[in-house]
């Protein structure tokens, strides 16, 4: 076979692509699989950005429920929910609940994420797979199961605490996992440097670790946070009588009530946690945490 | 040194370089976490198992005997065994589980390989542009689905409207097409992030070598990439897979009672009765495939790649 022939039946090139240079190791195949990608991936973006385009635009539409017709701007919508007092009780409420849940799991999470990066035990991977157990239980068995052991087997009475509990049990990976992923890629050295230099062990945590894991465990707790607040189904069955957003917005829907403000709420949350999220981004290595 | 760090140095090495300080340093780091833990998240699972092997009395009490009559009247219908519709229901949820998952690795593998390829501010700006539309609240996101679909809904007028089509697209209507696309939406970052982290620990100058001895990119991907990201497949499509499995709002919201999953019976039957004896047998195929992933998670991940969720 001539050269050129072997060239013409050479996997991954053609020769039409090697007789311009730029293109070597480039066939037609090739760049149709690159920006094929490229599409791929940006129609994907796209789409998910459906719900929230949809969210944030309508929430400032006057015939919020439908794009068309589409009647015009206004910002009737957010008075509407600033001024609706019962909504408004029941977001502090949701607030309330999602910090001192994310407190909880940080109290406990954080200590768990130093035993498991640290020390080895018997049982370590069975822990590690309890921690992240409650990331895979779906929100009905954990609510089902909850609401009978509240009820039947303890007798405690559904409300604020039953909640909390079952909030931080819900966002406790999300503090272990990140603190634990930092431990394992912090060069202890420092630390060793630190107690060669006379720090006592107190002190070392105090001025040393800690600092190292805080955007860890910050970034951690706001997800724990963002998840306990933004829950529906858990906090349905355990919560009782006690107002969430997410039951608030639920029986909006539910019973055709006018669910225009649900938008308003839902993009000052996402306008906060954007910010939050830039912010982190660039200051803190939060990035790195993915 | 002052006579406090002294102190303080003194009493720590007192206590926790003793030959049973190690175990203290343990118990107290792990201690409250295992024990809230076991508390309240193992406890109240094994006892849900338990009860569904018992059965209740007319005044809702749970008699503690050992039975099947739960899990009997679950499947044995009037047409004899698996012919109920709790059966029928178990099915469809799994179906649409598996196309969820499968939906999700379709479209979450180009996006997670180019945030692999990524680096610096691309990175940051496209892990933004993924991740923003994830911090909706879920019900307003739900809503949103709900106002896109339907017969009436933002698709279908918008198709009526420019005359692509004569009436509604009986696809968009309230059913399975639209949990479908709404769970694989909600799910969607778990698939990334999981297939993320598993790409950005392939070495890419394997990649590079296998071009330079003549692949094609396709060949790259088919041979070298899918291969070394197995593991980041199998955890994501678990995460996928089980929550999906027990979605309870969304096709209450999306099927508008056409057609049921799972988690929405079981959720209906014990906040409108209490039915602790139907609940507890019907959880446990819930709990089977979240158990078995569980184990599969157990065996084949590692604390490293699960950064991201």
Known sequence: MSDKTKERFAPGGSATADRFGFLRKTSLEDLAATYGLYLFAGATIAFLWLPLLFIVVL?????????????GFTLANYVDLF???????????SFVVATTSAVVATLLGVPAAFALARYSFRGKEAFR??????????GVIMGIDMLIFFQSVIDLPLGFFTTVATHSVFGLPFIVLPVAARLLTFDRSIEESARDLGADPLTVMKDVTLPVVAPAVAAGFVFAWLRSFEDFTRAFFVSGTMDLLTKSMYSLVVYGQNANVMKPMATVLIVLVGVALVVAMNIGQVSDYV | MSTSTTLRQSVYDRFFESSYGEYAKIGITAGPGVVWLLLLLLFPLVFLV????????DSYQIVYEFSVSNYVSLLHGQDGWFTTPFVDTFLLSLGIAV???????VFAFPVAYLLARASGTLFKALLFTILLPFFTIYIVRIYSWYAFFGSSGIINSFLVWTGVVSGPVSLFNYGVFPIIVALAHAYFPYMLLTLYSSLDGI??????????LGSSRVGVAKDIVVPLSAQGLITGSIFVFVPSLGSFITPKFLAQGKVAMVGEILADRINQIYAIDFGSAGSIFLIIPCLIGFLLIFKYADLGEMRGI
């Open chain 1, 59 to 71: 929430s400032f539409g006057v015939n919020s429920s439908s794009v068309v017709p589409f009647e």
């Open chain 1, 83 to 93: 001024t609706n007092a019962s909504l408004m009780s029941a977001s502090l409420q």
């Open chain 1, 129 to 138: 797979s309890l921690v992240i157990l409650p990331l895979l239980i779906p």
């Open chain 2, 50 to 57: 338990t009860i569904s092997f018992a059965s209740v009395n």
């Open chain 2, 99 to 105: 196309v969820t998952t499968l939906v999700t690795i």
């Open chain 2, 203 to 212: 070495d890419y100058s394997v990649v590079e070598a296998a071009r330079d």
